[in-house]
């Protein structure tokens, strides 16, 4: 019998998660792709103790190719839900187990200083109004914790072993997006429909005029994105917010796209070494130390 190739692939956030999912997955023509939606439906959004892995399994594997790619972020836990004490991303890793033991587990990482100043203008995006600071601080949003990158590596090289848990740098594929992802492709037997991929990044970060206008708009609506501010709820605010996004990011006038600078100052950065470095040296164990120093990881 033709043994299942399972692909699970969980993230981080902000590691061109949205990419390979609207560019990259969709394209493969040798497997089947579940979307985000679709895998947060049925392994996420799922009760854990009443979580029917036989029947996800038939149903996500009822196809002729039984071959399969699933993505969602989520599963690592969305970056500006503070990570609700690791809760979600342990509790969905037996969720895959029990569905799929035998999947290979896709995880990409990003140091931490350039994932954090991103996430906060994420959360921005999405509806929140704190400041900087407040938000990288005060643990109601964004929790350091959530970035110990190798606590959710050894645990998942514990659950499906070590052979089955891939490790990437975002750097890696930022640096070469076209080489990167050949080879990544070449390594996972991936069969791709390259005239239909777009390597142009999916994402962009805020402009400098954009974000003081955004979070003036996030506060005349509520949404439940985490912690936030608001005044009162106007209907239609959230589409006046996602067309500011859209169409006026762009625009140069709005000033240059915001750096990690902007955000983190020297004392930042120091409580941010002092807090990931211990951690992030055990990443030598999975991805090569010459990377990690390349691309600014505190060692």
């Given at each position: 019998m033709k043994r299942n190739r399972i692909i699970v692939h969980i993230g981080y956030p902000k590691t061109a998660t949205t990419w390979f999912q609207e560019s990259l997955f969709p394209n493969v023509v040798n497997?089947?792709?579940?979307?985000?939606?679709?895998?947060n439906e049925l392994l996420l959004s799922s009760d854990c103790f009443n979580f029917e892995s036989?029947?996800?399994?038939?149903?996500?594997?009822?196809?002729?190719?039984?071959?399969?790619?699933?993505?969602?972020?989520?599963?690592?836990t969305a970056i500006n839900s503070g990570f609700n004490y690791g809760y979600f991303s342990f509790g969905i890793s037996h969720k895959?187990?029990?569905?799929?033991?035998?999947?290979?587990?896709?995880?990409?990482?990003?140091?931490?200083?350039?994932?954090?100043?991103?996430?906060?203008?994420?959360?921005?995006?999405?509806?929140?109004?704190?400041?900087?600071?407040?938000?990288?601080?005060?643990?109601?949003v964004f929790r350091f914790e959530h970035l110990f990158y190798d606590n959710l590596i050894s645990h998942y090289k514990k659950l499906f072993g070590d052979d089955s848990v891939y490790v990437y740098l975002f750097e890696n594929l930022k640096e070469d997006i076209n080489?990167?992802?050949?080879?990544?492709?070449?390594?996972?037997?991936?069969e791709i429909n390259w005239e239909k991929v777009n390597f142009n990044p999916k994402n962009r970060g805020l402009r400098r005029i954009t974000i003081p206008l955004l979070k003036i708009?996030?506060?005349?609506?509520?949404?439940?994105?985490?912690?936030?501010?608001?005044i009162c709820h106007i209907p239609g605010m959230t589409l006046i917010g996602k067309g500011v996004v859209k169409?006026?990011?762009?625009?140069?006038i709005f000033g240059r796209y915001l750096r990690e600078d902007d955000f983190l100052k020297p004392k930042d950065l120091e409580y941010i070494k002092n807090f990931y470095?211990?951690?992030?040296?055990?990443?030598?164990?999975?991805?090569?130390?010459?990377?990690?120093?390349?691309?600014?990881?505190?060692?």
């Open positions: 497997h089947r792709f579940v979307s985000w939606k679709e895998a036989t029947y996800v399994r038939s149903l996500l594997l009822d196809n002729e190719k039984n071959n399969l790619i699933i993505s969602s972020e989520f599963f690592s895959i187990k029990l569905a799929f033991p035998e999947a290979k587990i896709l995880i990409f990482i990003r140091r931490q200083q350039s994932l954090i100043a991103s996430a906060y203008q994420q959360y921005v995006k999405n509806g929140g109004t704190f400041g900087f600071r407040r938000w990288l601080y005060s643990g109601e080489a990167f992802t050949k080879q990544f492709c070449n390594e996972h037997m991936l708009i996030n506060h005349f609506y509520k949404k439940p994105l985490g912690r936030k501010r608001y169409y006026l990011n762009p625009m140069p470095s211990k951690h992030n040296q055990n990443l030598i164990k999975y991805v090569r130390r010459d990377d990690l120093e390349k691309f600014g990881y505190f060692l």
